[in-house]
């Protein structure tokens, strides 16, 4: 018997304020907003490419950006626009150069923002 992973599912992350975490996302990030049920909490799921991320509205942990700490990763077509897009709105990141840079959302999750280099 063995377990056999075929892909991330989802990741949730702790909010404190569910619509300013969806101005984040939602607006700055431009994730596609995806039903949920109505769970005993607030919250929203986002869809991205095969896998969902899930904001639960709560209290969270004060974080600072790490990128050797929890956080997860989102691959966009263009890092150059995003860095752009990122530096105009004021967003604090971490950015090396290369390929990836780390912003803080809204609560203080790290989030990676990264362009995967395909050769052929």
Not at 2 to 24: C, E, G, M, Y
Request: glycine residues 8%; proline residues 8%; negative net charge.
């Amino acid at each position: 018997m063995t377990i056999k992973p075929k892909q991330l599912h989802h990741t949730s992350i702790r909010v404190a304020d569910l619509a300013r975490s969806k101005a984040f996302y939602g607006e700055l990030l431009h994730l596609q907003e995806i039903e949920r049920p109505d769970f005993a909490f607030p919250g929203t799921w986002y869809g991205i490419g095969a896998g969902q991320l899930h904001l639960i509205e709560c209290q969270p942990m004060p974080a600072t950006i790490d990128p050797s700490g929890p956080h997860f990763a989102i691959e966009v077509e263009d890092l150059d626009e995003a860095r752009r897009c990122l530096r105009a709105r004021g967003a604090e990141m971490l950015d090396p150069g290369g390929n990836q840079l780390w912003v803080l959302d809204p609560d203080g999750n790290t989030v990676e923002i990264t362009q995967v280099v395909r050769t052929t």
